[in-house]
């Protein structure tokens, strides 16, 4: 008896406590937590900053009141979306110059130059996003027209995927670039033994030493205009693949001075002189900053017929495409990056490059566990090494990278190699971590057309019907885990975001649908409603 009336006491106890004091409490909602259950709840109470409770409404309205009650009248909550793999700067980077995305012809980058030219008078022409693949004649552009139009107009025109560029005249005689430059890690492209003023890979470092630099307020002017699209799209969090010392100091104050909200996961790129910094300083953590890997290239992109390839481009007779990065300089870096806490987190697009950049961090992590070296991309691999990759080597792959290649992929690897590129869910099934990204600007900032490319292998249009390999497609659940806590861990952030559950950073996005039971075909036309950093509202649409 005595029994029964102390649980009475506790009941009428509990029952007259008054709720607890909070931020926000958000109710009456369908909240995919991305727990280690996929549990779906239906309130989360929030204060500085992170979660405080995840629940029912009735078990959250009981406990908890704030000035801020939403009833969210049962729209849709995740976690923020983490991109694995982006280059936030680089897009703030490009919005400074000529958007070439969805040229149809080199006909249609001239006319876009010249609009530029007389809009804004610019006395250097920065411009990118021109893909040779999406034009009738599938070939490389030449610099004639540039200099006949522009003769005294530097001229820099980046390749999509950023490992290519088209330069005139001007720019080739500011670089020193002749008929007698070496290239070594690249090419420097000729025609009936003329400079085309192509550039793949490792040339392209010559130019890029002529551009004009950003001073510090642009460097920040193009991270704020970055960011608040990013933000616009559901980003809480991106891992930023490459980034020099001065961006990465830049960002740490802007978090400082409440002017950069987005968290960013940032990779040193591979200069000595930024390495030896950030080595020596260990790994860098705030609430909003994490500086603790090394961004390196193996080689070059697909699409320009860089990638290291074991056997020789089936478009293009006698040619592998190039390692970018000297194979006794790559063991000396893995070797230094292993003794310090940083990962180590490689480019690598062919079944080369990748096989180089497997074995080497084989070598370096045979005894060493929670190192999660990264490669970044896997995109094309030797069928034998999928068994490479663990919670410990991790594949960073981008769904939407298999649905813009699909349509000329199979020309440059032929019907049995294709089938061992973009194989996302074989390398899900070897590694059980797979985090993903979009690789922006290379694609799109939107992560819906990620989750969507994910789970159907199909372009926006529906193409191919059964989708592009439709066996390496990515459950919903998979998709959603890859945006958020796999992505994380990639980051060695699992503990702290990428799932709403107590303790964690109240970051979130809210939609009006259902990204898990949603007719797929829909899925990219699905826009973010709300998007919140830090239990803030940081985007209303």
């Not at 980077?93 to 080199?106: A, C, E, H, I, Y």
């Not at 995927?161 to 001007?170: E, P, S, T």
């Not at 969507?452 to 989708?467: L, T």
């Not at 699992?494 to 009006?512: H, R, T, V």
């Amino acid at each position: 008896m005595k029994t029964c009336y102390s649980i009475v006491f506790l009941v009428l106890l509990i029952s007259c406590q008054k709720p607890k004091t909070v931020d926000l409490v958000i109710y009456n909602a369908k909240i995919y937590t991305v727990d280690s259950f996929f549990s779906v709840q239906e309130a989360m109470a929030i204060k500085d900053g992170k979660i405080l409770d995840v629940n029912s409404t009735e078990h959250i309205l009981n406990r908890y009141q704030a000035d801020n009650m939403h009833d969210l009248k049962n729209k849709y909550i995740y976690p923020g979306i983490n991109d694995a793999h982006a280059h936030l700067y680089g897009l703030g980077q490009n919005l400074r110059g000529v958007d070439l995305k969805g040229t149809n012809s080199f006909k249609e980058i001239v006319h876009r130059i010249v609009d530029y030219k007389e809009k804004f008078n610019s006395e250097f022409i920065l411009g990118r996003g021109w893909d040779q693949n999406d034009w009738k004649v599938k070939e490389f552009p030449t610099k004639d027209t540039l200099d006949m139009l522009f003769p005294n107009t530097p001229i820099v025109l980046t390749r999509i995927d950023g490992h290519a560029m088209l330069v005139n005249q001007k720019v080739l005689d500011l670089a020193g670039i002749d008929d007698n430059t070496k290239a070594e890690g690249g090419a420097i492209l000729k025609k009936n033994g003329q400079l085309t003023g192509v550039l793949v890979d490792n040339p392209m470092e010559m130019v890029e030493g002529v551009v004009p630099p950003l001073d510090k307020a642009e460097i920040k002017k193009a991270l704020t205009k970055a960011e608040a699209i990013a933000i616009q799209n559901g980003l809480t969090s991106l891992t930023d693949a490459g980034l020099s010392k001065k961006v990465i100091l830049t960002i740490k104050e802007m978090h400082q001075n409440n002017e950069l909200k987005i968290r960013i996961n940032a990779m040193v790129s591979n200069t000595q002189e930024d390495i030896d910094y950030f080595l020596n300083k260990g790994v860098i953590k705030t609430p909003r900053l994490r500086v603790g890997s090394i961004k390196v290239y193996a080689d070059g992109a697909l699409g320009s017929r860089g990638a290291a390839l074991k056997a020789p481009y089936t478009d293009q007779a006698n040619h592998y495409g190039a390692m970018v990065i000297g194979l006794d300089e790559f063991d000396s870096l893995a070797h230094e990056i292993v003794k310090s806490e940083y990962q180590m987190n490689t480019h690598a697009i062919g079944d080369s490059a990748n096989a180089v950049v497997l074995r080497t961090y084989q070598k370096y992590l045979n005894d060493k566990s929670n190192r999660r070296w990264r490669v970044e991309h896997a995109q094309v691999l030797d069928p034998s090494e999928y068994v490479c990759f663990s919670k410990n080597i991790l594949p960073s792959v981008q769904p939407t990278h298999a649905t813009s290649d699909m349509y000329w992929a199979e020309d440059r690897l032929g019907e049995k190699r294709v089938k061992h590129a973009y194989a996302y869910k074989r390398l899900l099934e070897e590694a059980e971590i797979l985090p993903l990204g979009t690789d922006f600007p290379v694609e799109k900032v939107n992560p819906m057309l990620t989750f969507y490319a994910a789970v159907s292998r199909q372009d926006a249009e529906g193409y191919p019907d059964e989708g592009f390999q439709p066996q390496n497609a990515l459950t919903r659940k998979e998709a959603l885990k890859g945006m958020t806590i796999w992505a994380a861990y990639a980051a060695f952030e699992e503990n702290e975001k990428g799932s709403l559950e107590p303790g964690k950073y109240a970051d979130f996005i809210i939609l009006n649908e259902d990204l898990m039971t949603i007719d797929i075909k829909k899925v990219p036309d699905l826009n973010v409603q709300k998007t919140y950093i830090n239990g803030e509202l940081e985007y209303e649409k």
